[in-house]
């Protein structure tokens, strides 16, 4: 039910988009394929039919309006969610994440939109969190190696925190932000999902975190899906952009063969189909209110009045 | 208020010893009391000092041996049960259940000891068992259902009251084990002197290092700030409390029986549980853990816990009426809420500044 009228929308978009729905070609370097995902909460249907690939070393946009899924493709691939259908391969296996901590284990780690950061622990405990470094055999907190880490993490990364003791309710929207991703980028995972890793943010702390990114990239070691709003820092930091409306993928394509003027006629386009759409809607709902006050049965007459 | 429990002790040392002496002295005060006030615990251990001098300039009872004995059962069994829940508490949660198990647990003790036949330590701990269960069932009806725990808790509270009053059919129970002479097991379980001091030591201190130092009070933390957050990180939301809850629960029985035993017998009457609840509730509250939760502490709740002991016990030192206590139990505790919250700002100031 929920493909049909994906298909029936199809020749609307053609002139735009012309990869629409269609599978992703799968490369022998991808590392994260997903396919024909489809997630309902209720009524509303967040994903349709999503296929996303990601390349080994690949930074991979994902853009799209708000609401049209992307923060739910990252869940469900983080292993918060659920998807009602479709499968994912990891490294060409089956892909099933049974948790967060099932997904970070096998290499996919996620930096979220609201910001998993906890506000009362300290900076080092929030970089450290569910990877915890005990005093073993004892099940105590080896609170000095996780500072110890914590600071070297931070310095590698080239985020200035000045004091990792103090709790992260104290920082900065950027700083905490920057402590989300390094977070991330600390762990040994080799796919990082970032969720708006721009936002909350001032203009030298997203260059910082961007350009943290660059650097991620040019080693090489891991891939990372980041979700933007700003398409021109989509240019500055991808390979590749994915565009998301709607619940399913309308353009997927390298940054250097589409521009922003692409783009952004995409969303305008679907802006205005969608608004079209509602007004044809809304005209029907009003031509059958009408129709029914005609045949006015008493009870049917009473509902459209309020 | 820092200022008055600092002067005492700063011009001690400055006394004697000349200008020059005391200048140098001066800011090793100064500095001993300002990590004191960064302490979460900070503003309650200056309000406790403050209240306990107090008392001993007013009354010349208060500061002997025999009346820390007379002060013991004031705030020893509070402090356990305060500590029990600061690890709801800081979930942002409550449990006001533990009142129906202090109630229920004694009651249970001593039938399963004198109708059933196990002998006491088993009976103590099939007692303490039951109690655990119901405080898991808490916590699933909390994070698995999604109830409020102020509505499951009640609820609990009122059902395991009334099974107390159902089973022991609203007549007093003597309890085993508590009747004299004492054996081992009425000294070890709360009829020796100390016995409820040192299970309240031993409880605190190692409930907050498990708060403080281990990744279960890091989780709890956690999930009390951040709820989703935490789940995000991958931190078993509701694995964490169900086993809060659990121990709460825990403390309560624990307590119930030491209660019991230390008075011979068990009354069936929710209204001491019901006051010491609040009692318990207060302590941990006026020792510094947020009803709002992310924050708590367990030594807090001790110290708050010892707050009201001291305050009930220097009333009645004083020779304040019996009628009057609760009165000035209720204003004492907004004037030390509203001193802590006062104390707590420069402690703020003082730690961002620093």
């Given at each position: 039910?929920?493909?049909?009228?994906?298909?029936?929308?199809?020749?609307?978009?053609?002139?735009?988009?012309?990869?629409?729905?269609?599978?992703?070609?799968?490369?022998?370097?991808?590392?994260?394929?997903?396919?024909?995902?489809?997630?309902?909460?209720?009524?509303?249907?967040?994903?349709?039919?999503?296929?996303?690939?990601?390349?080994?070393?690949?930074?991979?946009?994902?853009?799209?309006?708000?609401?049209?899924?992307?923060?739910?493709?990252?869940?469900?691939?983080?292993?918060?969610?659920?998807?009602?259908?479709?499968?994912?391969?990891?490294?060409?296996?089956?892909?099933?994440?049974?948790?967060?901590?099932?997904?970070?284990?096998?290499?996919?780690?996620?930096?979220?939109?609201?910001l998993a950061l906890i506000d009362e622990l300290s900076v080092y405990h929030n970089l450290?969190l569910?990877?915890?470094?005990?005093?073993?055999?004892?099940?105590?907190?080896?609170?000095?190696?996780?500072?110890?880490?914590a600071?070297?993490?931070?310095?590698?990364?080239?985020?200035?925190i000045?004091r990792i003791d103090v709790s992260v309710a104290r920082l900065s929207g950027?700083q905490r932000q920057a402590i989300a991703?390094a977070r991330?980028?600390?762990?040994?995972?080799?796919?990082?999902?970032?969720?708006?890793?721009?936002?909350?943010?001032?203009?030298?702390?997203?260059?910082?975190?961007?350009?943290?990114?660059?650097?991620?990239?040019?080693?090489?070691?891991?891939?990372?899906?980041?979700?933007?709003?700003?398409?021109?820092?989509?240019?500055?930091?991808?390979?590749?952009?994915?565009?998301?409306?709607?619940?399913?993928?309308?353009?997927?394509?390298?940054?250097?063969?589409?521009?922003?003027?692409?783009?952004?006629?995409?969303?305008?386009?679907?802006?205005?189909?969608?608004?079209?759409?509602?007004?044809?809607?809304?005209?029907?709902?009003?031509?059958?209110?009408?129709?029914?006050?005609?045949?006015?049965?008493?009870?049917?007459?009473?509902?459209?009045?309020? | 208020?820092?200022?008055?429990?600092?002067?005492?002790?700063?011009?001690?040392?400055?006394?004697?010893?000349?200008?020059?002496?005391?200048?140098?002295?001066?800011?090793?005060?100064?500095?001993?009391?300002?990590?004191?006030?960064?302490?979460?615990?900070?503003?309650?251990?200056?309000?406790?000092?403050?209240?306990?001098?107090?008392?001993?300039?007013?009354?010349?009872?208060?500061?002997?041996?025999?009346?820390?004995?007379?002060?013991?059962?004031?705030?020893?069994?509070?402090?356990?049960?305060?500590?029990?829940?600061?690890?709801?508490?800081?979930?942002?949660?409550?449990?006001?259940?533990?009142?129906?198990?202090?109630?229920?647990?004694?009651?249970?003790?001593?039938?399963?000891?004198?109708?059933?036949?196990?002998?006491?330590?088993?009976?103590?701990?099939?007692?303490?068992?039951?109690?655990?269960?119901?405080?898991?069932?808490?916590?699933?009806?909390?994070?698995?259902?999604?109830?409020?725990?102020?509505?499951?808790?009640?609820?609990?509270?009122?059902?395991?009251?009334?099974?107390?009053?159902?089973?022991?059919?609203?007549?007093?129970?003597?309890?085993?084990?508590?009747?004299?002479?004492?054996?081992?097991?009425?000294?070890?379980?709360?009829?020796?002197?100390?016995?409820?001091?040192?299970?309240?030591?031993?409880?605190?201190?190692?409930?907050?290092?498990?708060?403080?130092?281990?990744?279960?009070?890091?989780?709890?933390?956690a999930?009390?700030s951040n709820?989703?957050g935490?789940?995000?990180?991958?931190?078993?939301?509701?694995?964490?409390?169900?086993?809060?809850?659990?121990?709460?629960?825990?403390?309560?029985?624990?307590?119930?029986?030491?209660?019991?035993?230390?008075?011979?017998?068990?009354?069936?009457?929710?209204?001491?549980?019901?006051?010491?609840?609040?009692?318990?509730?207060?302590?941990?509250?006026?020792?510094?853990?947020?009803?709002?939760?992310?924050?708590?502490?367990?030594?807090?709740?001790?110290?708050?816990?010892?707050?009201?002991?001291?305050?009930?016990?220097?009333?009645?030192?004083?020779?304040?009426?019996?009628?009057?206590?609760?009165?000035?139990?209720?204003?004492?505790?907004?004037?030390?809420?509203?001193?802590?919250?006062?104390?707590?700002?420069?402690?703020?100031?003082?730690?961002?500044?620093?």
């Open positions: 039910m929920a493909a049909e009228p994906a298909r029936s929308r199809e020749p609307d978009r053609q002139p735009a988009t012309p990869e629409e729905d269609v599978p992703p070609v799968s490369a022998p370097d991808d590392v994260l394929r997903v396919e024909h995902i489809a997630k309902r909460f209720g009524p509303v249907t967040a994903l349709r039919d999503v296929n996303v690939h990601l390349r080994k070393g690949e930074v991979l946009g994902l853009l799209g309006d708000n609401g049209a899924g992307k923060s739910t493709l990252i869940k469900i691939i983080s292993g918060f969610q659920k998807q009602d259908s479709g499968q994912m391969f990891l490294h060409g296996q089956p892909y099933v994440p049974k948790s967060v901590d099932d997904a970070r284990a096998k290499g996919v780690d996620t930096v979220y939109q609201d450290f569910r990877r915890e470094r005990l005093l073993r055999p004892l099940p105590v907190l080896n609170n000095r190696e996780m500072k110890r880490e600071r070297r993490a931070l310095d590698e990364i080239g985020i200035n000045p950027g991703v991330s980028v600390n762990s040994a995972s080799d796919i990082l999902l970032l969720d708006e890793p721009l936002a909350a943010m001032g203009a030298k702390e997203g260059a910082q975190i961007l350009d943290l990114v660059a650097r991620l990239k040019e080693e090489g070691r891991v891939s990372i899906i980041m979700i933007l709003h700003n398409y021109e820092q989509v240019f500055l930091a991808c390979d590749r952009v994915s565009m998301i409306q709607d619940g399913a993928i309308v353009l997927d394509k390298p940054t250097s063969e589409t521009s922003v003027q692409e783009l952004t006629e995409i969303v305008v386009n679907e802006y205005r189909r969608a608004r079209e759409e509602q007004q044809a809607s809304a005209a029907a709902a009003e031509e059958s209110a009408k129709a029914a006050a005609a045949g006015e049965s008493p009870s049917d007459g009473a509902s459209p009045q309020p | 208020m820092a200022s008055v429990a600092q002067d005492p002790a700063s011009r001690e040392p400055g006394g004697p010893g000349g200008s020059a002496h005391s200048r140098r002295a001066l800011p090793g005060w100064r500095e001993i009391g300002g990590r004191v006030i960064a302490l979460r615990e900070g503003s309650i251990i200056v309000i406790t000092i403050v209240t306990a001098i107090y008392f001993s300039a007013n009354t010349s009872t208060f500061f002997t041996g025999e009346n820390f004995k007379t002060l013991l059962p004031y705030f020893a069994p509070f402090a356990i049960l305060a500590a029990g829940e600061v690890f709801v508490m800081i979930l942002g949660e409550i449990d006001l259940s533990i009142a129906g198990m202090y109630l229920f647990a004694p009651i249970i003790f001593d039938k399963l000891n004198t109708s059933v036949g196990l002998p006491l330590v088993p009976a103590v701990i099939v007692a303490l068992l039951v109690c655990m269960v119901v405080g898991a069932i808490n916590g699933v009806f909390v994070s698995i259902v999604g109830l409020s725990s102020f509505v499951v808790t009640l609820g609990m509270l009122f059902t395991f009251e009334g099974l107390s009053l159902i089973i022991s059919k609203g007549t007093p129970v003597a309890t085993p084990g508590g009747q004299p002479p004492l054996g081992t097991f009425g000294k070890v379980f709360g009829g020796g002197t100390y016995s409820e001091l040192i299970w309240a030591v031993a409880i605190v201190v190692i409930l907050q290092v498990v708060l403080t130092f281990t990744r279960w009070g890091l989780y709890t933390v999930i009390g709820k989703l935490a789940a995000e990180a991958g931190v078993r939301v509701n694995l964490v409390m169900i086993r809060n809850f659990t121990l709460c629960a825990l403390t309560g029985g624990l307590v119930g029986i030491f209660e019991a035993v230390r008075s011979a017998t068990v009354q069936p009457n929710p209204a001491g549980p019901n006051e010491i609840l609040f009692l318990a509730i207060a302590a941990a509250v006026i020792g510094g853990t947020l009803l709002t939760g992310g924050s708590g502490t367990v030594v807090g709740a001790l110290i708050g816990a010892l707050f009201l002991g001291i305050l009930k016990d220097g009333l009645i030192l004083q020779g304040v009426q019996a009628n009057y206590l609760l009165f000035y139990t209720g204003l004492a505790v907004i004037v030390a809420m509203t001193a802590n919250v006062f104390v707590g700002r420069v402690r703020r100031g003082q730690t961002r500044g620093g």
